[in-house]
């Protein structure tokens, strides 16, 4: 109990002591505050000012605010150009002021020159305070990374780049048969051809919306083709036959013939009786005249069944009645 009782009366005797280190900390706290807004009121100092890169140093300046220093050095502040510290800060000795000045470029994009004011130093960001916004692909000159410099003349190229789908048809075949039958003089489409459709798909690249370059990247088939089929009829029903000599002559050059007795547009069958090769003629004309002679084919007729050199060949003469 009586080691207790001596070290409260010790605690009690510090108490004084105490109070006095308080109003000690208090006052000093007081004095920094009264220093810092009071104490270089009037007084000379020395101001360093660095304007837009611009270095100054100013010897017993007297002005208490970085507000009253510019406007006694006739320093202005455009809009958008900045000052640090703010403008109500105090000057203390030794306080670096330093200002950041806009500066005029010139940005032509999408058709139209503008002149901007602008504190960014990079062409990039000197686009984006102007708000001109740029695509992935959009080029520019200088460069994005490069300096912009007062009096920078920065241009736009605006790139488009896309898909352009140009339809094409496609050719369809042509294939032919033959149906014993149906009629040797008729022909039948039995399978109507259809085109094809492709798309071909090309990369086109635009400056400023003319085209500079395009690129076929890829060809799809949408549709294909059907092909044609033509079938030609071989059944010939043969009628009266007649046998005598055949010789050849230049008319039309097609596959006619001249003929005494039968009526002109009426057809025959001529075979070549020493090889067995065969032709359907049109009678069209009229002769020959010359006795044991029954036809005279056209020449390109004769050559179908034997040599121009022949002259007069052995054939049998077959009238055709469908």
């Known amino acids: 109990m009586i080691g207790k009782r001596k070290l ?18 208090l006052v000093g706290s007081i004095f920094v505050l009264w220093s810092e807004d009071d104490h270089f009121s009037g007084v000379s100092k020395d101001i360093f000012l660095s304007d837009n890169g611009l270095e100054f140093h100013f010897h017993d300046v007297s002005e208490n605010t970085v507000e009253e220093f510019l406007r006694n050095k006739d320093l202005t502040l455009k809009d958008k150009e900045t000052v640090f510290p703010s403008l109500s800060s105090k000057l203390t000795p030794g306080t670096s002021i330093i200002i950041t000045r806009t500066h005029d470029i010139t940005v032509g994009a999408d058709g139209t020159k503008k002149l901007y004011s602008v504190l960014a130093t990079s062409v990039g ?26 009096g920078t003349a920065i241009i736009v190229t605006r790139v488009d780049i896309r898909e352009e789908i140009v339809e094409k048809s496609v050719a369809f075949e042509k294939k032919s048969n033959e149906d014993d039958e149906l009629s040797w003089r008729k022909t039948v489409v039995t399978q109507k051809g259809e085109k094809g459709l492709d798309h071909l798909v090309y990369r086109v690249s635009s400056h400023d919306g003319k085209e500079v370059n395009r690129k076929l990247v890829r060809t799809e088939r949408i549709k294909e083709p059907v092909t044609e089929i033509v079938t030609q009829g071989t059944y010939v029903k043969l009628g009266k036959s ?35 090769k065969s032709v359907i003629v049109v009678i069209n004309d009229r002769g020959p005249f010359v006795p044991g ?15 121009i050199g022949a002259g007069v060949i052995n054939v049998k003469m077959e009238e055709i009645v469908n």
């Open 242 to 276: 007649h046998t005598g000599g055949a010789s050849w002559y230049a008319w039309t050059g097609t596959m006619a013939a001249a003929n005494p007795w039968l009526p002109k547009g009426s057809y025959v069958k001529v075979t070549n009786l020493e090889n067995n």
């Open 125 to 150: 960001e000197a686009l984006i305070e102007a708000g001109v916004m740029l695509d992935e692909d959009d080029m520019v000159k200088p460069e994005r990374e490069a300096v912009a410099a007062r």
């Open 293 to 307: 002679r029954i036809i005279d084919l056209d020449k390109v007729a004769f050559a179908k069944i034997a040599s």
């Open 8 to 25: 409260k009366m010790k605690a009690r005797k510090y108490i004084p002591y105490l109070v006095v280190c308080s109003l000690v900390i």
